[in-house]
T-cell receptor, first 113, second 110 residues
Framework: QKEVEQDPGPLSVPEGAIVSLNCTYS??????FMWYRQYSRKGPELLMY????GNKEDGRFTAQVDKSSKYISLFIRDSQPSDSATYLC?????????????FGRGTQLTVWP | KAGVTQTPRYLIKTRGQQVTLSCSPI?????VSWYQQTPGQGLQFLFE???????NKGNFPGRFSGRQFSNSRSEMNVSTLELGDSALYLC?????????FGPGTRLTVT
């Protein structure tokens, strides 16, 4: 079992829809949680960075962390065709291993006009 | 501020050869991490360097090595290339935890 599980999709939604992306994990030592967006043949782009449990909002994006359930989510409101990409969740234990990220396999999202 | 740069962007090598990839971090960032991305395994951590010292290491064989210079630029080396080493190699730089990735080097081993 991988330490971070993520449904690979693909997920296809119409423009304007609310998108929900999720990851589960098994390592209770994870404290830092990130979401990245990766377009085809590009490097991952950091979208959200959160510490411990709670919610964080940035524009159309909301990240939620529930450490008790070992479950994190990313919500995209008013989705746009330009949001079509692969979304990766990532986690770190922090401390001296802050630089080591564990990634989910990524969810491929298509937003059609 | 300029982002993370990686050179070369594309590389084709033959089995048994060795390769060196380069990464220049964002100015002021002292941590550089390297990852391998493949369709089968996704993104996997190789190693992290901070102030010229390897701080963390992933579960890759000793053929994969790296180093960091005093200006924080980093290189990774893969010796005795195997077909399975074909992948996108990504480096990321960090100042205080948030990692910013470069565009990657796509390595093809034939």
């Amino acid at each position: 079992q991988k330490e971070v599980e993520q449904d690979p999709g693909p997920l296809s939604v119409p423009e304007g829809a609310i998108v929900s992306l999720n990851c589960t994990y098994s390592n209770s030592a994870f404290q830092y949680f990130m979401w990245y967006r990766q377009y085809s043949r590009k490097g991952p782009e950091l979208l959200m960075y959160t510490y411990s449990s709670g919610n964080k909002e940035d524009g159309r994006f909301t990240a939620q962390v529930d450490k008790s359930s070992k479950y994190i989510s990313l919500f995209i409101r008013d989705s746009q065709p330009s949001d079509s990409a692969t979304y990766l969740c990532a986690m770190s234990e922090g401390g001296s291993t802050l630089g080591r990220l564990y990634f989910g396999r990524g969810t491929q999202l298509t937003v059609w006009p | 501020k300029a982002g993370v740069t990686q050179t070369p962007r594309y590389l084709i090598k033959t089995r048994g050869q060795q390769v060196t990839l380069s990464c220049s971090p964002i100015s002021g960032h002292r941590s550089v991490s390297w990852y391998q991305q493949t369709p089968g395994q996704g993104l996997q951590f190789l190693f992290e360097y901070f102030s010229e010292t390897q701080r963390n290491k992933g579960n890759f064989p000793g053929r994969f090595s790296g180093r960091q210079f005093s200006n924080s630029r980093s290189e990774m080396n893969v010796s005795t290339l195997e077909l399975g080493d074909s992948a996108l190699y990504l480096c990321a730089s960090s100042l205080s935890g948030e990692q910013y990735f470069g565009p990657g080097t796509r390595l093809t081993v034939t």
